[in-house]
């Protein structure tokens, strides 16, 4: 069971599925909704319960972000087309026990920092 929340508790989410995709997003919105990377894993949308009072943001045509609208914290992206939903992996409380399997958007990267991981990265 992986259960997470927001920095202040207002909203919490759980799921028995194993989450797919661990990836850190280097996008431009990304970065600046979190202040740097962002992390997260995937399941199916039916899989997740989301308790709380989530605010909807549409960054872009093709998707939108989860917020808390208490603390501010970033907590999903869904895309519109899909019938997933990703979660923060810096929310999950406790260990994850997932391994990162990509960097995505890496061509938007900050300048300030290098990927030396060695996990495959797409543009």
């Known amino acids: 069971m992986f259960r997470g929340s927001c920095l202040c508790g207002d909203i919490t989410y759980e799921?028995?599925?194993?989450?797919q995709g661990a990836s850190m997003c280097h996008c431009s919105q990304c970065r600046k909704q979190s202040g740097?990377?962002?992390s997260s894993a995937y399941v199916?949308?039916?899989?997740l319960k989301i308790s709380g009072p989530v605010q909807w943001f549409e960054a872009s045509k093709t998707a939108k972000r989860?917020?808390?609208?208490?603390c501010g914290s970033f907590l999903f992206w869904?895309?519109?087309?899909?019938d997933t939903i990703s979660f923060s992996l810096g929310?999950?409380?406790g260990p994850?026990?997932?391994t990162l399997t990509k960097h995505i958007f890496v061509a938007d990267k900050g300048d300030y920092y290098e990927?030396?991981?060695g996990v495959p990265q797409t543009d």
Request: hydrophobic content about 40%.
């Open 15 to 19: 799921t028995a599925a194993q989450p």
């Open 36 to 38: 740097g990377v962002w």
């Open 44 to 47: 199916a949308e039916t899989d």
């Open 66 to 70: 989860g917020l808390c609208p208490r």
């Open 78 to 82: 869904k895309a519109h087309v899909e």
């Open 91 to 93: 929310s999950v409380d």
């Open 96 to 98: 994850t026990g997932l």
């Open 115 to 117: 990927i030396a991981d």
